[in-house]
């Protein structure tokens, strides 16, 4: 379901020029922030769908007996934003926090769904991110919209016995990459190094973003879209070429066949995050101990630059009758070393907060385990995160890409690649404009 957004009030919201319209909600009390002048016990409800955030929380509980929180599980992506939209306009239902993922956070914003936390100290946290995780929560303007909670920097394994017996290093640059994949390619015609997939909008974004891509824009009450930009060019250029000549699969991710191709040493690497290791232990337990893990490569030898695949914040929804309350708790969360310690060992999330690797990741992940130095290979393509900005119809945006890239993949032609890329401009475009958005 596509939230339609009208014109008016709720546009000036989206282009962040009203901030206040977003903070204010039926439930406020009248104070201009929001703020709660309960001093007693209070209960909050988080919508979560992290696993076993009941646990983390437990800890909270146990040493806050004045603010309790309940965590309430959710299914995550476009359900839960549906639900969390559909409450916030009936005017009850919604909860105190919710776990929003980073892409759905302008959407969230230009609904008023969300409290701008600029004013209940919020502020305060920002030196415990890095300034990619920052940017995805405040949109680049001065309110806050949430609290970095994790991360998904975007990383490459690769089959390090593979490499070994070609005599080939892992990828310093994309120029690296591909002369690899053609040389596995040839040397063993079922082997690729990676897949194209269409079916991963989130993977190609982080891509782009890597490159210098921000797909979307703000700039005073408009919004500007800049999908096929010259960086989301040469990103779909790139691998439209590798596809054409047939040196890498063009099939989507998360397929029974991909799956399994990991496990055979039919796929000997892939293009992924920080959350990587879980997806092969699962499905390619066999080769334990034949993986490693890189950076990315870089479009510039001796670059820093990296892009973002996954993530969430905490955020307070416009309904909290209780946001200093919230506040405490997410400040607590996502920058407490015991939370920080339970969301890494018992929700098994990357956390956000820069000290993690320090504090809660000092040992590699087990199907990693012969890698000691993963965690630290993990922080530096965290540190290297570019900024990217997320327009309010990420949902329009993505579902063109899915259409008009399994297309291209299938045709096999570069040219597609970029015609692709026109088509998602156009599509995310239109439907900004139908929807009561002023675009630039």
Not at 184 to 198: C, E, M, N, R, W
Not at 380 to 394: D, I, L, M, R
Request: hydrophobic share 40%.
């Amino acid at each position: 379901m596509r939230i339609a957004f009208k014109a008016g009030a709720l546009a000036a919201v989206a282009a962040l020029a009203l901030t206040t319209a977003a903070c204010s909600s039926p439930a406020s009390t009248g104070d201009t922030d929001g703020a709660s002048s309960d001093s007693g016990p209070v209960n909050l409800t988080y919508w979560a769908w992290a696993p076993n955030m009941d646990k983390v929380v437990d800890i909270w509980n146990k040493s806050h007996p004045d603010i309790t929180v309940t965590v309430n599980k959710q299914d995550g992506g476009d359900a839960a934003v549906t639900k969390l939209l559909t409450a916030i306009k009936a005017g009850s239902g919604a909860p105190d926090l919710m776990q929003a993922e980073y892409q759905k956070i302008p959407t969230l914003v230009s609904a008023g769904a969300l409290k701008d936390l600029s004013k209940l100290g919020a502020a305060s946290t920002k030196s415990d991110f890095t300034a990619g995780a920052w940017n995805a929560v405040t949109l680049g303007s001065s309110a806050i919209y949430a609290v970095p909670q994790d991360t998904g920097p975007m990383m490459f394994y690769y089959r390090k016995d593979v490499f070994k017996k070609l005599g080939l290093k892992a990828p310093a640059t994309w120029d690296d990459y591909a002369k690899a994949a053609e040389v596995i390619h040839k040397a063993d015609p079922t082997q690729y190094l990676g897949t194209f997939s269409s079916g991963d909008p989130g993977w190609f974004a982080g891509l782009t973003q890597q490159a210098g891509a921000s797909w979307w824009s703000i700039s005073g009450q408009s919004w500007g879209v800049d999908i096929d930009s010259a960086a989301s060019k040469k990103v779909a250029s790139y691998w439209g070429g590798l596809v054409q000549k047939g040196v890498i699969d063009n099939d989507p991710m998360y397929t029974p066949a991909w799956n399994a191709a990991l496990n055979d040493g039919k796929q000997v690497g892939w293009i992924s995050a920080v959350w990587g290791p879980g997806v092969l232990a699962g499905n390619a337990g066999k080769t334990k101990g034949d993986w490693a893990a890189a950076t990315l490569p870089q479009w510039t030898a001796g670059a820093n630059a990296n892009g973002n695949w996954g993530g969430s914040s905490t955020a307070v929804t416009a309904q909290s009758e209780h946001p200093q309350q919230a506040m405490q708790f997410i400040k607590w969360l996502n920058t407490d070393p015991t939370a920080v310690k339970a969301l890494a060992q018992i929700a098994n999330i990357y956390p956000a907060d820069v000290h993690a690797t320090d504090s809660a990741l000092t040992t590699a992940p087990d199907f990693f385990s012969d890698q000691s130095d993963f965690y630290q290979v993990a922080a530096k393509a965290s540190a290297a995160v570019q900024p990217f900005t997320y327009g309010p119809n990420v949902n329009v945006a993505y579902s063109a890409y899915t259409d008009a890239f399994a297309k291209a993949a299938q045709a096999k032609q570069q040219s597609q690649f970029l015609s692709a890329l026109s088509s998602m401009q156009s599509t995310t475009t239109s439907d900004l404009k139908k929807s009561g958005f002023s675009v630039k």
